[in-house]
């Protein structure tokens, strides 16, 4: 089987458990009768920390405060919710503090980049967790990130990069906006120079305005939320999207899969933008006993279809798209299944 067909059936079984786990929470229903007073009794009165691999401003910051005013309504016990920003490492910071530091009691949720499965897979050193072991809780839409400069800039098209330097802001090694640029140019041998360093996504696009870069790779929804008017005004130019498939709202821009031009190139973009898939995750700690673990993955189904939930969404303008805790840890998972000799492809050209 090629590396392009094995990819290619991946990706399908990741759609696949999609759809199949998306009526999970219907099938499974509410939490049981004789596990809820003891649910109820323990989240009384207490808080859950929600921890955000990145400082304020971005995507995952924003996202996160949509979950903090209205999932703790659903949980037995109504707990209260409290933010703590714990940015590094590309959210590999927060992601080994939940694993290892962190109560396994079911206080304590995160949201991180959804690249840390593949970056545990990839033996990124600075990962001290198993990404399976964690109880991922939910997605509240998935992760497309475009790759743009400001409009005083020379550049009309990716392709200008396989010529010419363009200068890109970023933060950790481990976040999307450098591992995605970063493949690109090992895998197709572009120009695309990352100005590491910047404190999150809010901060990166403003050195963009500034001028200090040429450009940035963020999340869609990031770009969204903070400057909607960079969208309308044309204050950027959108040159890639990092995705599988080109987004309705950027249905002019093609993505990285497409400027690939070999199977084998294909094969490792595939691999790579399956965080994509996998979206804004939000999940607990090892060890946290199943009825707590049931209890959050019932709450997250039932906020995603909160009407007051949505609006948060529908007023920053971004498409909620959830999939269900289950759903998301068959992504996880299967991330385990990479056939050997693709994952030593990728983990060549990566680079996180």
Request: no cysteine.
């Amino acid at each position: 089987m090629s590396l392009t067909s094995v990819a290619s059936a991946g990706i399908n079984a990741r759609r696949a458990a999609t759809f199949a786990f998306a009526g999970v929470a219907v099938l499974a229903g509410t939490l049981s009768v004789q596990a809820q007073p003891a649910v109820e009794q323990f989240y009384k009165g207490k808080n859950i920390d929600l921890i955000i691999g990145y400082p304020p401003g971005g995507s995952n910051d924003v996202f996160a405060r949509f979950v903090a005013r209205h999932m703790g309504k659903y949980i037995p016990g109504n707990p209260n919710f409290v933010l703590r920003n714990m940015p590094g490492g590309g959210s590999l910071l927060a992601a080994n503090h939940i694993y290892a530091v962190a109560p396994k009691d079911g206080t304590v949720l995160g949201i991180v980049s959804p690249t840390v499965p593949l970056d545990e897979k990839l033996g990124n050193s600075a990962v001290k967790f198993d990404s399976t072991k964690f109880f991922w809780i939910g997605r509240v839409t998935t992760a497309v990130n475009p790759l743009m400069v400001w409009h005083n800039q020379p550049f009309t098209s990716w392709k200008d990069a396989m010529t010419k330097e363009i200068t890109l802001s970023a933060t950790g090694a481990g976040s999307t906006v450098s591992v995605y640029p970063t493949v690109l140019n090992n895998v197709l041998k572009s120009k695309f120079k990352l100005v590491m360093g910047y404190k999150g996504s809010g901060e990166s696009m403003l050195a963009m305005e500034r001028g200090e870069v040429a450009g940035h790779s963020t999340a869609w929804e990031a770009l969204k939320t903070q400057h909607p008017d960079w969208i309308t005004e044309k204050k950027v130019r959108i040159l890639l999207q990092f995705a599988l498939t080109r987004h309705p709202e950027m249905a002019d821009v093609p993505t990285a899969l497409e400027a690939a031009e070999t199977d084998e190139q294909k094969a490792i973009l595939r691999a790579v933008l399956n965080a994509t898939e996998i979206g804004k995750p939000f999940f607990t700690s090892p060890g946290v006993p199943a009825e707590r673990v049931e209890a959050l993955r019932r709450a997250f189904d039932q906020m995603v279809k909160d009407k007051e939930f949505a609006a948060e969404f529908a007023k920053a303008k971004v498409d909620l798209i959830p999939l269900s805790g289950e759903g998301l840890q068959k992504l996880v998972e299967e991330l385990g299944k990479i056939p050997p000799e693709l994952l030593a492809k990728v983990k060549a050209n990566y680079g996180g």
